[in-house]
């Protein structure tokens, strides 16, 4: 049975970001593609949704797809974070956006 998770399908700039938040032992979950967003971000108080974007693919495949679209949504109603990111500065960003 194939692994969804290591089919290829990941964001090539992934492991920077995750290599980030180990940097900083910020806990985090990665998801399996097409579930809406790359990883869940573990704060002291509460979670974030990560979409992560690749800043060097074609600004096509940079764009949100219909299921982290909703996704999105849905944490904007439930006034959950959701963010979108492109590197290792921008996950900074968000980790000091929400106060860790």
């Known amino acids: ?3 969804l998770y290591n089919s290829g399908r990941r964001d ?3 492991d ?3 290599d980030y938040l ?3 032992s910020i806990p985090f979950i990665a998801l ?5 967003a790359d990883l869940i971000v573990l704060l002291h108080d509460f ?3 990560v979409e992560n974007k690749n800043p060097n693919s074609p600004k096509a495949r940079q764009q ?3 299921t982290e679209e909703k996704l999105q949504a849905l944490c904007h109603h439930r006034r959950l974070p959701y963010e979108v ?3 290792r500065e921008d996950m900074a960003s968000v980790i000091s956006k929400y106060g860790e």
């Open 12 to 14: 090539g700039n992934e």
């Open 85 to 87: 990111v492109f590197s």
């Open 22 to 24: 180990r940097e900083k």
């Open 32 to 36: 399996v593609p097409g579930q809406g």
């Open 47 to 49: 979670s974030v949704f």
């Open 1 to 3: 049975m194939r692994n």
């Open 16 to 18: 920077e970001i995750k």
């Open 64 to 66: 949100l797809t219909e």
